[in-house]
């Protein structure tokens, strides 16, 4: 079975690699080196059928890279992680999301769940609820708050995203 490549990107430090090992691993890593980038395989089970996932937790540089743009360009779903105790994370979803769509040649049927992190740090939240609705149902994506620590949601937004690839991607 060929895997779904999944690429997971964000601001730096706004929970990407917690969140991806919660859900390969359903451990929570609380140490942070932002310089760990690592492709992960998992098969999971989403309504009853098997898919197998290579999940690309990236890293490194708050900017964007050729490197980036290359895992853009080869992914087939994307998670786009910010920290819902920083206001600014959310603005470079908004900004990975504008380049997904630019190197995806303007496809709008691409695979892609906005993650909100951290969701158990409720008095360092910054970014409202309602903020982050409006925001995606603007974008016309899903869009999921989540705890790695706490384990809330994580397997949610994957098996969001296997859905949307399956129907992206008929098999042929
Ligand atoms: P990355 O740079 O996006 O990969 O960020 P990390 O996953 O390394 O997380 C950065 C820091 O935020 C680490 O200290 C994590 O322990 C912490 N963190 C990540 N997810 C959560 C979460 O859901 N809750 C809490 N309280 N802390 C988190
Ligand atoms: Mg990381």
Redesign the pocket.
């Known amino acids: 079975m060929r895997p779904f490549n999944v690429v997971v990107l ?13 859900f390969i691993k359903d451990i ?7 310089t ?1 980038e690592e492709a992960y395989r998992r098969t999971v089970n989403v309504d009853g059928q098997l898919s197998s996932l290579e999940v690309l ?1 990236t ?1 490194g540089a708050d900017q964007f890279t050729s490197l980036i743009e290359l895992y853009i360009k080869s992914g087939l779903g994307f998670v786009l ?1 910010f ?1 819902l105790t920083q206001e600014a994370s959310l603005k470079e979803v908004d900004y990975l999301r504008q380049q997904i769509y630019r190197i995806k040649d303007g496809d709008t049927s691409v695979p892609i769940v906005v993650v909100g ?5 409720s008095n360092e939240r910054e970014v409202h609820a309602t903020t982050i609705k409006t925001l995606a149902s603007r974008w016309g994506l899903a869009f999921y708050e ?5 384990n ?1 949601h994580v397997t949610d937004v994957f098996e969001d995203l296997v859905r949307q690839m399956r129907s992206r991607y008929p098999p042929t």
């Open positions: 964000g601001a730096g430090g706004v929970g990407k690699s917690a969140l991806t090992v919660r929570f890593v609380d140490t942070y080196d932002p760990i937790d890293a992680v920290s992190t951290k969701a158990d740090l989540t705890s790695a620590k706490r809330w």
